[in-house]
Each structure stands twice: as structure tokens, then as C-alpha cells.
């Protein structure tokens, strides 16, 4: 069986501050990671994940995660964030093998504060 | 790519009547996800398809909910009869699970309300 965790359910943050969300996850086989992110009204978007290699995955608009094995965690960070990141993240862990079922997180909703 | 459509984006009903989800999944994804998302409980997986074929429905709740898919452009969820507790939003993804780790895709979502 596999597990996520994000402790945070709610983290506000002012503009401009770095901003850290927690995942961690539990698995007896290897897993593929993800993060997605969900506005409001809106259905889940792909953020950004890591199958293999390097550790630290980057998304677009400047988020990072690093997949640290020894801890089991996939934090996700942004050095500077913006208004528009406001919304609910989701970190999620999948199967490499069968199907892949995707496990979801609870979420964390950052509030940047203006 | 038009993305993951479903339909209708909102659906208010009153208790015991039918209701009816639909869902056209990215073409060339041949996987497909129906989950419902709630406050209390977040985001649960309700059923999956390959291949048109339904692989893990152990999370349908009860005998009220049902899930079809006749074709690859095409998926219903039915909850007959309706209950308040069924109040949520319901999201379709679709994936090619083809492709390693590909991740899901998912609609705007269908919020219910039954009153």
C-alpha cells in the first residue's frame, strides 16, 4: 500500500517570501511523485513530477521539489511567490508498476498575502 | 486539445432523483478516473477504466452509484436514487498510461447539490 502526507492543511504567506509545502509519502516499492496544483472552480493541473534521475524537478512558473529517499518526502518550494499562486496543492504518489493508482494528499491551500 | 470535458459544470437535485455525469476523456488517453472531492474528505477515487473496461471500483460507496463507459470518447456516472450526502464535486481524469509516470489530466469538475 502506499500513503501520502501533507501536515499543512493551510499556509499563508506574504508576497515576495519564499514559501516551503511538506509531502511525505510511504511505499514498499518505488513510486512516482507529483505535484499538482488546483485553482478555484478549477479541476487539478500538473504542477510538476519526478520518475527518476535527478532529485530536483522544476516546474515552470518556479516552483521546485526534491525527492529525497532516505526521508521519503517530495517537499515543494518557491523562493519569491506571487499572488496568482494562490490555490490548493496536492502532492501524489503512484505505483511505477500495474495500473500506476495514484494516491492523493489532503492538499495544502497557500494564501499569499498581499 | 480540447482537454477533459465534462458535463453539466453544476447540477442541483432534490433528494432521490437520478443524476448523471458525463465525461469525454483526452483522445488517445485510454485510462480514465472518476473521483469526488469534499471537504471532510478530500479527493477519493471512486472508479477506474482501461480500456474501456472498469479494472478497480472499490471505491464506488454504494449499490446508488454506478459507471459506465461504452466507448474511449465516453463515460458516465450515475447516482440513483440521490441523497444529501452525495453533495460534492466530481472530477474525470484520463491518462495514457502508456507512457511511464505520465500524470492525470482532469476536467473542471461537476459540483452537485442535492438538496
Known amino acids: 500500500a502506499q500513503s501520502v502526507t501533507q501536515l499543512d492543511s493551510q499556509v499563508p504567506v506574504f508576497e515576495e517570501a519564499p514559501v516551503e509545502l511538506r509531502c511525505n509519502y510511504s511505499s514498499s516499492v518505488s513510486v512516482y511523485l507529483f505535484w499538482y496544483v488546483q485553482y478555484p472552480n478549477q479541476g487539478l493541473q500538473l504542477l510538476l513530477k519526478y520518475l527518476s534521475g535527478s532529485t530536483l524537478v522544476e516546474s515552470i512558473n518556479g516552483f521546485e521539489a526534491e525527492f529525497n529517499k532516505s526521508q521519503t518526502s517530495f517537499h515543494l518550494r518557491k523562493p519569491s511567490v506571487h499572488i496568482s499562486d494562490t490555490a490548493e496543492y496536492f502532492c501524489?504518489?503512484?505505483?511505477?508498476?500495474?495500473?500506476?493508482?495514484?494516491?492523493f494528499g489532503t492538499g495544502t491551500k497557500l494564501q499569499v498575502i498581499p | 486539445d480540447a482537454g477533459v470535458i465534462q458535463s453539466p459544470r453544476h447540477e442541483v437535485t432534490e433528494m432521490g432523483q437520478e443524476v448523471t455525469l458525463r465525461c469525454k476523456p483526452i483522445?488517445?488517453?485510454?485510462?480514465l478516473f472518476w473521483y469526488r472531492q469534499t471537504m471532510m474528505r478530500g479527493l477519493e477515487l471512486l472508479i477506474y477504466f482501461n480500456n474501456n473496461v472498469p479494472i478497480d471500483d472499490s471505491g464506488m460507496p454504494e449499490d446508488r452509484f454506478s459507471a459506465k463507459m461504452p466507448n474511449a470518447s465516453f463515460s458516465t456516472l450515475k447516482i440513483q436514487p440521490s441523497e444529501p450526502r452525495d453533495s460534492a464535486v466530481y472530477f474525470c481524469?484520463?491518462?495514457?498510461?502508456?507512457?511511464?509516470?505520465?500524470?492525470?489530466?482532469f476536467g473542471n469538475g461537476t459540483r452537485l447539490t442535492v438538496t
Open positions: 501524489a504518489v503512484s505505483f511505477t508498476g500495474g495500473y500506476q493508482k495514484v494516491t
Open positions: 483522445s488517445g488517453h485510454n485510462s
Open positions: 481524469a484520463s491518462r495514457n498510461p502508456g507512457q511511464g509516470g505520465s500524470p492525470l489530466h
